[in-house]
């Protein structure tokens, strides 16, 4: 099997989506010298491979394509997160150099960012659907920031309340209906 290799740089990963993808993706997971390693393998297919596909133009004749593997490393450097990814076209029996845009690359992002939004958005509701406290809107939003480590990202409860009711107000697909720029700064993050 061959397997070319895209490299995610310059742009910069946002680390909340790499926490993200990490729990939320299957795939194979393996520890080493205290950074977490995960393989995805992503259909062609699915979601995301069409996506992909879209984006990385093949020849007709290759034939032998199987699948995107999106490769993710993360560890840590003191009290900060170090993270790389990478994107590996996988063949049968080929190889073919796949050239991403620096535009492509954050379209990537930001539809990952709008899955993260969304995902948000509904998991706030669902808890506070089973939920009878007074608290329970801010309850939500402390445990999803915690499942996804988003105060160690510069996070706060108030920033992801504005979010919150933003999307509420505004609908939450309105984030696949408008072409927002992918803003690291969204959340008063830089």
Same mark, same amino acid.
């Given at each position: 099997?061959?397997?070319? =290799? @895209?490299? !995610?740089?310059?742009?910069?990963?946002?680390?909340?989506?790499? +926490? *993200?993808?990490?729990? &939320?993706?299957?795939?194979?997971?393996?520890?080493?010298?205290?950074?977490?390693?995960?393989?995805?393998?992503?259909?062609?297919?699915?979601?995301?491979?069409?996506?992909?596909?879209?984006?990385?133009?093949?020849?007709?004749?290759?034939?032998?394509?199987?699948?995107?593997?999106?490769?993710?490393?993360?560890?840590?450097?003191?009290?900060?997160?170090?993270?790389?990814?990478? =994107? @590996?076209? !996988?063949?049968?029996?080929?190889?073919?150099?796949?050239?991403? +845009? *620096?535009?492509?690359? &954050?379209?990537?992002?930001?539809?990952?960012?709008?899955?993260?939004?969304?995902?948000?958005?509904?998991?706030?509701?669902?808890?506070?659907?089973?939920?009878?406290?007074?608290?329970?809107?801010?309850?939500?939003?402390?445990?999803?920031?915690?499942?996804?480590?988003?105060?160690?990202f510069g996070y706060s409860y108030n920033t992801m309340r504005i979010m919150y009711f933003r999307y509420t107000n505004n609908g939450v697909m309105s984030l696949f209906q408008?072409?927002?720029?992918?803003? *690291?700064?969204?959340?008063?993050?830089?």
């Amino acid at each position: 099997m061959y397997c070319n =290799i @895209i490299r !995610l740089k310059p742009i910069e990963v946002p680390g909340y989506l790499i +926490s *993200f993808i990490l729990k &939320e993706c299957d795939g194979v997971s393996m520890l080493k010298n205290g950074g977490e390693y995960k393989q995805i393998l992503i259909e062609p297919k699915s979601v995301l491979g069409h996506f992909l596909n879209s984006r990385h133009k093949k020849p007709a004749d290759l034939e032998a394509f199987k699948e995107y593997c999106l490769t993710i490393y993360s560890n840590r450097k003191g009290e900060k997160k170090v993270v790389s990814t990478d =994107i @590996i076209n !996988l063949y049968n029996s080929s190889e073919f150099s796949v050239d991403w +845009s *620096f535009d492509d690359i &954050e379209a990537f992002y930001k539809m990952l960012d709008s899955f993260f939004r969304t995902y948000f958005v509904f998991f706030v509701r669902g808890y506070c659907k089973g939920s009878s406290s007074r608290r329970k809107i801010k309850e939500a939003i402390n445990v999803f920031c915690d499942m996804y480590d988003l105060y160690e990202f510069g996070y706060s409860y108030n920033t992801m309340r504005i979010m919150y009711f933003r999307y509420t107000n505004n609908g939450v697909m309105s984030l696949f209906q408008n072409n927002n720029s992918l803003n *690291f700064g969204f959340f008063g993050v830089t």
